[in-house]
């Protein structure tokens, strides 16, 4: 019989089945997602229910909605689902056999667009994973990574069944940097610095990783530590990501957002929002203004407010962090202490590194948040004031009473720094020397 492929197939359960029925339902709006078979084809169906419980079929003809699916394959146990159990077409070891096959007779043909015609496949750009929903990489070591068993990837012309995890070569890492992980033309990869330029012609880009100059946060309030090593929650790949166009220096906060390693520096427009060991921008080190703003790459802005450093990081594609966000991310920072100096630089200070793997977490300098609030000040009754920079009025009640959010405390906050450290005090126009800014993206899932 012959494998057939969709991507992002999935979906739940339109009507419960027994443990002896052999056609199945899923949701009407989702049954073009699943492939469309004659006579001899097949795809591979796996069911999840709520607690977990688990069958692999094999589905032999799909009339619009309906599957008829050969039951219990491949060592499953048929069993009953409720409606609303998930349906998804996943990779299994029968299917990743086929593939295998593939995989010789495009080798064994010296034409290899001839070979994806003459086989029917439609294979261009393939990148297929056994776990749609988790990063197709690995940390198996302080320096080491490896892509997982049964993911699948075209590279110039040839399909790659990785059978077994297979380990990434490295080159010599430095602190503090983000790497690009390769798939060459020959099947192998390799890491590297260069994100444009592959090392070889035909070399595809996969995914990449921080090399951190510290390790993370194990539990609360515990801190990091000084070992170099890859920070696991940096791993990414083209169909797990963060949402804006630059993945680097970015780690996944709880499975749900990703969050800037670094803060913001002044050189945002060439280095990125998050990078090691460059001058931090703050009130007194303002960050330049992006192109997408009117800059030219070397005027910045006076000041640091709050509509700067969100300008910075819309221009990034990125936004700052909201206060139930930055509680997260921060999660595992020593609590209740500061750093007591200014830091100057995104250094690392162990003590205020996260469990994902942020540094100056906490106690280092104060960021803006998404929030505003708004507070009773002074008198003058309600009016338009002029406090947005030449870009219009506000309407306040009082002489200034707009506030923005600050998170997270600065050096010299001593035990008030942490976590769920806020401010609800500041005004957006304002610019201190103890205030910076930090990045957030979307997770990005292409299942």
């Not at 520096?265 to 192109?291: L, R």
């Not at 000041?303 to 966000?325: C, F, I, P």
């Not at 977490?361 to 000040?377: H, I, K, Q």
């Amino acid at each position: 019989m012959v494998l057939k492929l969709t991507n992002n197939a999935t979906s739940t359960l339109a009507a419960s089945i027994s443990e002896s029925d052999t056609t199945l339902a899923v949701q009407s709006a989702d049954a073009g997602k699943f492939p469309t078979l004659s006579a001899g084809e097949w795809f591979p169906v796996t069911l999840v229910d709520a607690a977990g419980n688990m069958e692999v079929m094999r589905c032999t003809a799909r009339a619009s909605a309906t599957l008829t699916v050969e039951r219990a394959q491949e060592g499953s146990t048929a069993k009953a689902f409720d409606v609303g159990s998930r349906v998804d077409l996943r990779l299994t070891n029968a299917a990743l056999a086929e593939f295998a096959q593939v995989d010789k007779n495009l080798s064994d043909l010296t034409s290899k667009p001839d070979a994806r015609e003459n086989l029917q496949l439609d294979t261009l750009g393939v990148f297929i994973k056994t776990d749609p929903y988790a990063v197709a990489f690995t940390k198996t070591g302080n320096g080491t990574v490896s892509i997982k068993a049964g993911t699948i990837v075209e590279v110039d012309g040839r399909i790659y069944t990785f059978a077994s995890a297979t380990a990434v070569t490295m080159p010599g890492l430095t602190a503090g940097t983000d790497y690009a992980i390769w798939i060459l033309p020959d099947g192998s990869l390799e890491a590297t610095t260069d994100f444009s330029t592959p090392p070889l012609p035909g070399a595809r880009r996969l995914g990449g990783f921080h090399y951190a100059p510290g390790g993370n946060a194990t539990a609360y309030n515990s801190g990091g530590n000084t070992t170099p090593q890859i920070n696991e929650f940096s791993l990414w790949d083209i169909k797990f990501r963060p949402s804006c166009p630059d993945p680097r220096g970015m780690a996944l906060v709880a499975n749900s957002f990703w969050c800037d390693i670094y803060l913001l520096g002044v050189n945002h427009h060439n280095d990125g929002t998050s990078k090691y060991n460059v001058t931090i921008a703050d009130g007194s080190s303002p960050p330049k203004v992006p192109t997408l703003f009117g800059g030219n790459g070397s005027t910045a802005y006076s000041t640091l407010n709050w509509w700067e450093a969100a300008e910075v990081m819309q221009s990034h594609g990125k936004e700052l962090l909201s206060y139930d966000e930055f509680a997260a991310a921060m999660y595992g920072t020593k609590e209740n202490q500061s750093g007591g100096t200014d830091p100057v630089t995104t250094i690392l200070r162990a003590d205020y590194t996260s469990k994902w793997g942020v540094i100056l977490a906490t106690g280092n300098l104060w960021v803006w948040g998404r929030e505003f609030s708004y507070r009773e000040d002074g008198a003058g009754g309600a009016g338009w004031k002029d406090q947005a920079g030449g870009r219009g009025q506000i309407y306040l009640r009082n002489d200034l009473g707009l506030v923005a959010a600050l998170f997270g405390g600065y050096w010299d906050n001593a035990a008030n720094s942490g976590s769920r450290a806020s401010v609800w005090n500041n005004y957006p126009w304002g610019s201190y020397s103890n205030l910076g800014a930090r990045g957030r993206s979307d997770h990005l899932n292409h299942v």
